[in-house]
């Protein structure tokens, strides 16, 4: 007879020698004799019942040369196995519990040693017994249960006692120091249901009532409280040479890393009320007060009753309880079971999946349905059959596969008293498991093990069939409790994420409403769907732990989560868009935490339609600083609106919406409308001490990258400011006057602090003047007339070529903005001798390759057939040539390429490399800059970035991206040099 059949059976009032109905088979001959000799005195008290003392002896062999803890224990004190074989199991089960409960001693060393005693007595007494079937499971499971709640009532007891003994606590009955206290523990779990397990954990959650609590002599319930928990877990749990009581667990009350061991009735009370999750509903539906002051903990339960037992379910709320359990992808019969490794408890068709069977409808329906709302599971599946949810076969089956596997789970742990559920891999390991059971060969265990295993996940899985997929194939997602699941660590381990215990704990603590996002049940109901695709998304990005990391602060900035988790769940393409940012772009990632509802945008269809104008840009930027109060405040409301448009556009070019060249052209429009915008606020800012210059002109010339239309996200702006004024203006109209240029330079500097300084919202950008006339040298404003005079006769040629990038962005009027042009335009278009000019550009391309040359391909910048290469070909071509055609002049270093082409100033086959080249160039450094802060290092470079790359150079990977661009940069600079000549190095 194998146990499945004997657990059905009571050994009553019979002595366990007597009851004994399952003799394993020994694990070794010799080993057993061996033993047997090592145990006669024992066996010695059943010598005048000969047939009774063979059977113990087989019986004895069989089970303790398969677990090794049983045998210790057997053979350490023969005494007490003498006893144990010569009672009844029930009986002298039900004398260590009473024994337990009075247990005092007036130091914590000798309560600790008997509570330990008693613990290894009731260990082999409930191990032989359940073994042999003179006990069945409700029996074994409940004197488990009742035993913890007897060590902890005499724990508690003497820690009340001694706090009495030391004045902090007054005592009403010395021989119940706990009623009326004040302190209760709940038990959770299977402690609650009083469904123990043979090596379990006790879960629990210790509460207490502070008004209550006869706290004297200036004690503190908090404190003591939390002090006396402490002990408690030391009592229980600790390791001495006796072994230890209980292992005790403490994460399943509200909130377990920001709360005390120990937390108060009200707190709790508030924390369920508000946020409470799903899960903890279905922890609470088995809660217990077992020890302690049971009156407050059975009031305490009574009053979160609503809380656990909802009268009506929305179907977002009936999804997350599903989701409880299903965030474990349910097999629906894909592959078979195998027995090896498997976890008897959490594994597909396992006890967990019996459990949640009955507690999910539980959730679902004991609102209503009072009578569902019992603790154990086996009672719950009958009623559910009587009420008719599910049916009578259903029912059976599922309570004898219950009870069968938790068997089994008793035998895997009482081989060495370890708390696991997993079937060894190893195949003498798992036939001990199979010999407790009852079996003689390992097969026949093993088919059974799968029939019930099969039975389960058939029940399981058509309990949810017409409920939607939320965890796809990527295995085990489970964030519920406060325990690390270890098939989701190999999850995340699978999926790219190196820290997979951090992730758990960060995904876990969204749950527990700690960011305002997260603080309604339907916003984490939301998130729990979410959970498969974020989670893959993220793992997309090859740095998932700090894309992880990014959306945590991310989360934690927004003011609500429904809408976007819902939105998110809708639209994975948006999903991946946002993982990517938070994976490969942390500068974007930084703007998205800061201004989360930059996503409406986003969000709205039209977004990826078009390149915002010059005119949206302006007008956007208008309506922000039209609500400023004070200078301050606009200069703040100016930088948000760049960073949340640099994020935009960013956004454009990830979700390959805008071209590198329209990006640069994007960001230099909002830079000028920046510019244009902020010029009157910092013109009124001056004004209030300095007054005006009546009739007096400026502009803003952009040079450089913002002159030319090719911004990237991390560009400085080189800038020039030009004015004039009437002759006859000698000061401004202020109160503390200044002379006109004084005026300017003033307002120059007032301009460079608008957009540099740092405020409470950052920076907005770099500003360089050093492009005027006489660079650092010269005063920081420019007259127009000494500009132009210094370009007629004083400028360098270097000066000249950064002209041709020079563009008036902002004004005080149309004629003075044409004056400038005309005066560019001309000077540009100055005859100039073409050998003269390439010589020059030749050297200064060797200074500047002498300072800053390199050999690193990602330098696009300063490489040798780099950007500075085309751009000085093109500034080259312009000055030798625009004398004879004008219309070669563009600020836009590809387009004056283009018009060079088409002029006949360069060939076609060297265009044809050119062209594409500084396309590839900027597409590159778009990506580089959006993604990446500092210098860019291709070792260290995330693939995610790499991706990004190889998209944006058109390549099929990131290798053929390196190669080409190798190839590319010998073609430009042997270009360079047909059409500018030798770039050599300057000794020394």
């Known amino acids: 007879m194998n146990v499945a059949e004997g657990s059905k059976t009571t050994g009553g009032a019979l002595r366990l020698c007597e009851a004994i109905r399952i003799v394993p088979r020994a694990a070794d001959g010799e080993a057993a004799a061996a033993l047997l ?6 066996l010695d008290t059943l010598s005048g019942d000969v047939e009774t003392r063979e059977r113990a002896s087989v019986f004895l062999a069989g089970a303790l040369t398969n677990a090794p803890f049983l045998r210790d224990l057997a053979c350490a004190d023969p005494e007490r196995l003498a006893g144990i074989l010569t009672s009844a199991p029930q009986e002298r089960v039900d004398r260590l519990v009473a024994e337990a409960r009075e247990v005092a001693g007036d130091d914590e060393t000798s309560v600790m040693a008997s509570l330990r005693r008693l613990k290894k007595d009731l260990a082999l007494t409930l191990a032989l017994a359940d073994i042999a079937g003179a006990l069945d499971l409700d029996a074994v499971t409940g004197s488990l249960s009742r035993f913890a709640d007897a060590t902890l009532t005499a724990a508690i007891r003497f820690c009340l006692r001694d706090l009495a003994r030391r004045g902090k606590f007054a005592i009403t009955d010395e021989a119940a120091p706990e009623r009326d206290c004040g302190f209760v523990i709940l038990a959770m779990g299977k402690y609650g249901a009083f469904e123990l397990n043979y090596s379990s954990d006790i879960d629990l959650i210790v509460l207490y009532e502070p008004e209550h609590a006869p706290v004297t002599g200036g004690a503190e319930a908090p404190v003591e409280f939390v002090r006396l928990t402490k002990r408690l877990v030391k009592i229980m749990g600790d390791r001495t040479a006796d072994g230890y009581v209980f292992r005790t667990d403490l994460r399943l009350r509200p909130d377990p890393g920001a709360t005390p061991l120990a937390m108060s009735i009200p707190a709790a009370l508030v924390y369920y009320e508000s946020l409470g999750q799903n899960w903890e509903r279905a922890a609470l539906i088995k809660a217990r007060a077992c020890a302690g002051d049971i009156p407050c903990g059975e009031r305490f339960l ?27 992808h349910v097999h629906k019969g894909h592959g078979e079971i195998a027995v090896a490794g498997h976890n008897v408890k959490l594994g597909r068709g396992g006890i967990r999946e019996v459990e949640f069977f009955a507690q999910t409808q539980q959730l679902i329906a004991g609102g209503r349905i009072t009578e569902l709302r019992g603790r154990r599971t086996l009672e719950t599946l009958a009623t559910l059959a009587e009420l008719n949810w599910i049916a009578a076969d259903a029912r059976d089956e599922l309570t004898e596969a219950y009870r069968f596997l938790r068997c089994v789970e008793h035998r895997i742990q009482m081989v060495n008293d370890e708390q696991t559920h997993i079937l060894p891999a190893e195949e003498e390991a798992r036939a001990r498991v199979s010999r407790l059971m009852g079996y003689d060969e390992m097969d026949p265990f093993e088919s059974d093990l799968r029939t ?12 949810f069939e017409n409920e939607p997929e939320l965890a796809s194939d990527l295995g085990n997602l489970v964030f519920t409790g406060d325990d690390d699941d270890p098939e989701t660590l190999e999850t995340l381990s699978g999926l790219g994420y190196q820290r997979p215990k951090e992730a758990c704990k960060i995904i876990r603590a969204w749950h527990f409403g700690r960011y305002p996002a997260v603080r309604s049940s339907k916003a984490r109901e939301r998130l729990t769907e979410l959970h498969p695709v974020l989670v893959a998304a993220l793992a997309s990005t090859d740095n998932a732990d700090q894309a992880l990391l990014a959306f945590d602060g991310f989360l934690s900035k927004l003011p609500a989560g429904v809408q976007l988790f819902s939105l998110l769940r809708s639209n994975p393409q948006l999903l991946r868009l946002l993982a990517t940012v938070m994976g490969a772009a942390p500068r974007m990632g930084e703007v998205v935490s800061k201004r989360v509802h930059v996503l409406d945008a986003v969000m709205d269809p039209a977004f990826f339609g078009a390149m915002p104008t010059s005119a949206e840009f302006r007008a956007g930027l208008a309506r922000t600083l039209d609500l400023a109060r004070f200078y301050e405040d606009a200069l703040d409301r100016a930088r948000i609106f760049a960073q949340e448009q640099q994020f935009l556009i960013g956004m454009r070019l990830l979700s390959d919406t805008l071209t590198a060249h329209q990006v640069g052209e994007a960001l230099a429009r909002l830079a000028e409308s920046i510019i244009a915008g902020l010029m009157p606020f910092v013109m009124n800012h001056v004004a209030e001490n300095h007054g005006r210059l009546n009739g007096a002109d400026w502009a803003v010339l952009a040079m450089g990258k913002l002159g030319g239309r090719e911004m990237t996200a991390s560009s400085d702006l080189d800038l020039i400011l030009l004015y004039e004024h009437d002759e006859d203006v000698e000061e401004t109209d202020g109160k503390r006057p200044l002379a006109p240029s004084q005026y300017f330079i003033r307002l120059t500097q007032r301009l460079v602090s608008a957009l540099s300084a740092p405020t409470a919202e950052g920076r907005l950008y770099e500003v360089d003047f050093r492009l005027r006339p006489s660079g650092n040298a010269g005063p920081l404003a420019t007259r127009l007339s000494s500009f132009e005079a210094y370009q007629v006769s004083e ?25 400038i042009e005309t005066h560019i335009g001309e000077t540009l278009a100055r005859p100039r001798e073409a050998g003269k000019i390439a010589a020059e550009v030749a050297t200064m ?9 390199t050999k690193d391909i990602w330098d696009l910048k300063q490489v040798a057939g780099g950007l500075v290469d085309i751009e000085f070909i093109a500034q080259f071509l312009q000055l030798a040539h625009a004398a004879e055609r004008p219309e070669i002049l563009s600020q836009t270093t590809e387009t004056a390429l283009e018009r060079c082409r088409d002029a006949g100033y ?17 597409a590159l450094t778009q990506v580089q800059r959006l993604t990446l802060e500092g210098a860019f290092k291709v070792d260290t470079v995330p693939r995610g970035v790499k991706e ?3 998209h944006a150079g058109e390549a099929p990977d990131f290798a053929y991206l390196e190669h080409s661009m190798a190839e590319c940069q010998q073609r430009v600079r042997a270009i360079f040099e047909r059409l500018v000549g030798k770039v050599e190095i300057p000794a020394g």
Request: hydrophobic letters at 50%.
């Open 37 to 42: 000799s090592d145990l006669a005195p024992a």
């Open 906 to 922: 360069l060939a076609a086959g060297d265009a044809e490399v050119l062209i594409p080249a500084i396309r590839l160039y900027h």
């Open 452 to 463: 019930r295993f099969r039975t389960v996940q058939k029940h399981y899985s058509a309990l």
């Open 302 to 328: 009574k009053e979160i009753v609503p809380f656990i037992w909802r009268k009506y379910l929305d179907y977002a709320s009936i999804a997350d309880v599903h989701s409880i359990k299903r965030q474990i």
């Open 795 to 819: 400028a360098w040629t270097w000066e000249h070529m950064a002209l041709t990038r020079a563009r008036v962005i902002a004004s005080s009027g149309a004629a003075f903005k044409e004056r």
């Open 948 to 950: 990004l790359l190889v």
């Open 845 to 853: 391309r060797a200074r500047i390759e002498a300072e800053k040359g």
